[in-house]
């Protein structure tokens, strides 16, 4: 059975820093693309990033410059590196994991960006 798990979000200052990870209990090359999204309350879940197999990322519009998304096949893990936080970033994030008909989701994790 595959799961992804995040790791613990949290409450960050405006400008600053966070580090998400998934660790997925499969390969992680098993899929075709690995994704990052993110959904507020009062927002449909939006696209963040994501990295294909060969390893190119694409970000949406409104973290290019700030976020990265990077992976480790070694510990099956992705990450996303977000910086220069703002607070309209404070959302729930979620990793997927996709190879169709295969998509596999994390279970969110709250990422709050407040002074």
């Known amino acids: 059975q595959v799961q992804l798990v995040e790791s613990r979000g949290g409450l960050v200052a405006p400008w600053g820093s966070l580090r998400l990870s998934c660790a997925v209990s499969v390969n992680l090359f098993r899929f075709n693309t690995l994704y990052w999204y993110r959904q507020t309350p009062i927002k449909e879940r939006d696209f963040v990033a994501n990295?294909?197999?060969?390893?190119?990322?694409y970000y949406g519009d409104s973290v290019k410059g700030r976020f990265t998304i990077s992976r480790d096949g070694a510990k099956n893990t992705l990450y996303l590196q977000m910086n220069n936080l703002k607070p309209e970033d404070t959302a729930v994030y979620y990793c997927?994991?996709?190879?169709?008909?295969?998509?596999?989701w994390g279970q969110g994790t709250q990422v709050t960006v407040s002074s």
């Open positions: 990295i294909t197999t060969n390893g190119f990322p």
């Open positions: 997927n994991a996709k190879k169709v008909p295969e998509d596999y």
